[in-house]
């Protein structure tokens, strides 16, 4: 090598220095400074074109003057590609979507900006380096068309592209689960959507896949998502209570809504348990795991504040104890009610002995809260005594709604007047929550009355005082009523006998 060569040589390593240079403030610009991505196209083209005309200046003749329009056309393309990224980031990126509101799709921008790239290099070859881009244009359609044949699934995944820019059935940060793939979209490009899964692993997914599959968005139309949470209560335990527990707890989570308001469900009768369901609503699916975590949390410290017990869900052999055999049964059943007959008005007059011969033919019904005891027009065979709860009596309005008449509480009677008049029921009886009521049969009475002839002009003193304060009834009797009360309760007496066949 000539030495008198060596300053030409190092002349043209300087553009080459300057350009790596270059690169390496790009890249650690581009790290810091997310803005300077849209520059850096033109900012290549540029640096290329600089370093082309000062390289050519130190080649031989005739080098120089052939390669100075490249190096021209390169500055010009690089001018006006700086242009069209100026005028997307500003007419699009500013003026529609940050002033406007407005939301244009990635893939569509991308796509204006390659095909404005690429008229502009069209004009640039044309009117800089005078070459037929006609042909050119031809040539790369015949290559398009062999290219696009070799790579079907690829377009297809480009147009799917498009189309997803354009409908947006799934955008950035919604969750989806794509044919049994769950996870978040953290990208979607012309190619394919990436998926971050709750493990954290990264999913990709070619557009035109997404589009074929059935895919489940759970942020769109509408965040609102329900999260169900199971959990078993032992059977000892009545439903109404387990439930108020359940949504109890339910609503000490704050990122449960209150409205839709939690709601449970009994779903099944387990070998150890009584499953329930309880359905709260968020706004955040994301995080349901972790409501559904805390959710559970706070059922176990309600159930153990309420004394609820969650059993163990195994199945355990038991050698049960010795079951009380019928009449052990139904003498605990008497003593339970024959207290409570005691000291209902109904039955004042009546022996305790006599109660006892004729108790254990009584029933002592469960009711569930809600339950419709009997309802008004019915026909009145029994007597009830609300054993333990609280019942409502209700009527049917003339407008087609509901009256409430009265609210009974523990040891009163109920439908004692259908049963003595052998009229219909005249209202309906609710149970407002969970009860036990004491069923007594006409044929009961049939035998007190028997043993008690006293006992009928005792219910028709009570027929009357409860025919006096029921203005329904007493409109609905008034033509079989005379000017004195104890005509009225003649009357009465009689309807009485001949009610319960006497």
């Not at 390593?13 to 790290?31: I, K, N, S």
């Not at 978040?184 to 692993?201: A, N």
């Not at 005379?482 to 066949?501: E, F, P, V």
Request: aromatic share 6%; glycine share 8%.
């Amino acid at each position: 090598m000539d030495l008198q060569q060596l300053p030409g040589y190092l002349t043209m390593a300087l553009p080459l220095l300057a350009y790596a240079a270059f690169l390496v403030v790009m890249h650690v610009g581009q790290r810091r400074l997310g803005a300077l991505a849209a520059l850096k196209v033109p900012l290549h083209l540029a640096a290329l074109g600089l370093l082309l005309r000062v390289g050519a200046a130190n080649l031989p003749t005739p080098w120089p003057a052939r390669l100075l329009p490249y190096s021209e056309a390169l500055i010009i393309f690089a001018g006006v590609v700086l242009i069209i990224r100026a005028v997307d980031a500003i007419g699009v990126g500013y003026l529609l979507a940050r002033l406007q509101k407005r939301h244009v799709p990635h893939i569509l921008r991308q796509g204006a900006i390659l095909l404005a790239d690429f008229i502009a290099a069209l004009i640039v070859l044309r009117q800089y380096l005078n070459l037929d881009v006609t042909s050119l244009v031809a040539t790369s359609a015949v290559v398009s068309f062999v290219v696009g044949l070799a790579s079907q699934d690829l377009l297809g995944s480009v147009l799917a592209g498009l189309v997803i820019g354009v409908e947006r059935p799934i955008a950035h940060g919604n969750w989806v689960n794509v044919n049994g793939m769950e996870g978040r979209v953290v990208d979607v490009t012309w190619r394919r959507t990436r998926i971050e899964t709750r493990d954290g692993d990264f999913i990709l997914l070619p557009n035109n896949v997404v589009m074929k599959d059935t895919v489940t968005n759970y942020t769109l139309p509408s965040p609102l998502h329900r999260v169900r949470v199971e959990v078993g209560a032992h059977y000892r335990h009545p439903p109404n209570q387990v439930k108020a527990a359940m949504i109890a707890a339910a609503r000490q989570c704050p990122e449960v809504l209150a409205e839709p308001a939690p709601s449970v469900f009994l779903e099944s009768f387990g070998d150890s348990s009584i499953n329930y369901r309880l359905n709260a609503w968020t706004m955040d699916y994301g995080r349901q795991e972790a409501i559904r975590d805390e959710v559970n949390c706070l059922i176990w410290y309600q159930f153990q504040r309420e004394g609820i017990e969650i059993p163990f869900p195994i199945r355990t052999l038991v050698a049960p104890p010795p079951e009380p055999s019928a009449h052990e049964q139904r003498q605990d059943q008497i003593e339970r009610i024959v207290p409570l007959l005691l000291d209902s008005e109904v039955f004042q007059g009546v022996s305790a002995p006599d109660l006892l011969a004729v108790a254990d033919r009584m029933n002592l019904l469960t009711f569930g809260a809600g339950e419709m005891l009997f309802n008004e027009g019915d026909h009145g065979d029994s007597l009830y005594l609300l054993a333990q709860g609280r019942a409502q009596v209700i009527k049917r309005t003339p407008e087609g709604g509901q009256a409430l008449l009265a609210t009974l509480e523990e040891g009163q009677c109920l439908g004692e007047m259908a049963l003595l008049l052998g009229l219909p029921r005249t209202a309906s009886v609710r149970l407002e929550r969970d009860s036990r009521v004491v069923e007594i049969k006409a044929d009961l009475f049939r035998e007190l009355i028997r043993a008690h002839p006293s006992f009928l002009d005792h219910l028709s003193r009570l027929v009357d005082q409860r025919q006096r304060a029921n203005q329904e009834l007493a409109q609905a009797l008034a033509q079989q009523k005379t000017a004195d009360a104890a005509g009225g309760i003649g009357q009465i007496l009689r309807k009485i006998k001949s009610a319960l066949g006497l």
